[in-house]
């Protein structure tokens, strides 16, 4: 039941492992392992996932689609301002 309730959040908007882990009231880490295979489920019950990497506010870089929870430090730069990645359901 549980991993049905994050796709139907992610069929609304797009949103992040964060958000998601705030509004369920859970730990991110927990979140994310969950999401994985939902999302898994998702593509296989014909459903197209839009991922909008994590990305580096300062200088731009983007982090693979497959890192979903907020990764701590850009390798480029060392900055620590970084926009989540955004996941989204069609």
């Excluded at 859970?26 to 998702?42: I, K, P, Q």
């Excluded at 480029?76 to 990645?85: D, H």
């Amino acid at each position: 039941m549980y991993r049905r309730d994050l796709i139907a959040l992610l069929s609304t908007e797009p949103r992040s492992v964060s958000s998601i882990a705030r509004q369920l009231g859970l730990a991110r880490g927990d979140v994310e392992e969950d999401m994985r295979h939902a999302l898994r489920s998702a593509r296989s019950a014909g459903h197209q996932v839009t991922i909008v990497p994590a990305m580096c506010r300062t200088c731009g870089f983007t982090f693979a689609e497959d890192r979903l929870a907020k990764p701590g430090k850009c390798p480029a730069c060392k900055g620590s301002r970084i926009i989540e990645a955004q996941i989204h359901l069609s």
